[in-house]
């Protein structure tokens, strides 16, 4: 998955509005690249799944993550907060 750079967001991969509560969820067991932002600010990141090379070279702003499985995952910009203003 990647961004294209003429969407009037830029950088964002998934967008999610403020107030959207669902979960977002990943699964399977092939290689996943994502580049560009994911935006969910109060929704559960569900990753699952047993690849060797999944890759997310971009930030992650949602509520929680929760990774299950016996992959391997890489992050280029990974930090954490506890909460946001």
Not at 18 to 37: D, E, L, S, Y
Not at 54 to 69: K, P, R
Request: proline share 2%.
């Amino acid at each position: 998955m990647a961004v294209e750079r003429r969407r009037p967001v830029h950088g964002l991969a998934i967008f999610y509005d403020r107030a959207n509560t669902q979960q977002i969820g990943f699964q399977g067991n092939g290689a996943v690249t994502i580049t560009g932002t994911i935006y969910a600010l109060k929704a559960l990141l569900n990753w699952q799944g047993n690849s060797n090379n999944m890759t997310l070279n971009s930030a992650m702003i949602v509520d929680t993550f929760d990774l299950t499985g016996d992959g391997d995952m890489s992050s280029t910009s990974m930090t954490t907060r506890t909460s946001c203003p």
